[in-house]
């Protein structure tokens, strides 16, 4: 299943991951001198630092952003019934 929640449209093109990823956001703390607790308003954007866990492919979040590379590669790997086509020109 594509994500469409935090990771919406975020996949690794690489190795076909859809989770989970390790990305560089920011973030508010609750800090207590033994740490940090709670945290809220977590915050990326495309030039995050983003590396997917499972292959260690490393980029900005906008690179993992679904686009063309999906396509690439969802037709390498699960296109089982390929469709040649003939090319036999102009049949006029
Ligand atoms: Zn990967």
Same mark, same amino acid.
């Given at each position: 299943m594509p994500n469409n929640n935090c990771l919406d449209g975020i996949w690794c093109s690489e190795c076909g991951s859809e989770e989970p990823f390790s990305i560089y956001a920011r973030a508010q703390f609750v800090v207590y001198d033994e740490g940090t607790d709670e945290f809220t308003n977590v915050e990326w954007d495309d030039e995050s630092v983003c590396v997917c866990l499972k292959c260690k492919n490393t980029g900005v979040v906008k690179n993992f952003k679904r686009d063309q590379k999906e396509i690439d590669f969802k037709e390498k790997t699960? #296109?089982? #019934?390929r469709t040649v086509r003939e090319d036999r020109g102009d049949a006029d």
């Open positions: 699960h #296109d089982p #019934d």
